[in-house]
Each structure stands twice: as C-alpha cells, then as structure tokens.
C-alpha cells in the first residue's frame, strides 16, 4: 500500500465517517423502519445519545490551566474540559505523530493501516 501521508489521512476519514454513520444507521434501523418517510425528517435525534466532540491536537503538552499549569491562561479549554472528560494519563502505540494520529483517527495499530512506516 504505497500512499501519501495526506491520501492515508483521507481514506482515514472517510472510512471513520461511513463507519460512524453505519453504526448510528444500525442503531435506529428498526426504529425508522416504523415512521412514514414524510415524518422521518422532522424527528429530533434521541436525547440519551453522548454528543461526543473529537479534538486532536499535534505538538502540545499538559501546559493547560486544567492540568494545573498555572502561567498559561486557557479558559476556553478549562471549560471543555470542566464540562466533559478530561484524560490524565496518555498513552502512544507509537513514536511518532504521523503514525500516533493514524491510529487515533482509525482505531486500528498501525500494522494494520500500513502507517507504521511514517516518519517525522
């Protein structure tokens, strides 16, 4: 599998993309077979679902105001985080951010991508 960086990150994207509207379709498919077509459009989404909001960022370390770290000023992200979860401990399948991001943005190691060979 010879692609670019950029055309890995694509094909990640997509792929992540069908498979969470896959998963979300499956979920309501038995729900939706029973609501005319006109209606199904007007339906709110469920309220029980988690709103879930992915942020990934390169090159940042624990230098937030809710991590502690006291001269850095980040109120926007001390609220996120206050509002949300915020993880305290990280941990990398591997040394570099190309391959790191791979697996974050497909859930796979990077073996199984064909990621593994990224560089920095």
Known sequence: MNSSRREFLSQSLRASALAAAGSAFAADSTAAA???DSAASTIAPKASRPNV???????SGPNFGCYGEPLV?????????????????????????????????????QTFT???????
């Open 114 to 120: 064909g990621s593994h060979h990224h560089r920095t």
């Open 53 to 59: 909001l992915y942020i990934i960022m390169e090159d």
């Open 73 to 109: 000023q980040t109120p926007h992200l001390d609220r996120l985080a206050a509002q949300g979860v915020r993880f305290a401990n990280a941990f990398c399948t591997a040394p570099v951010c190309s391959a790191s991001r791979s697996a974050l943005m497909t859930g796979c190691y």
């Open 34 to 36: 029973s609501i005319p």
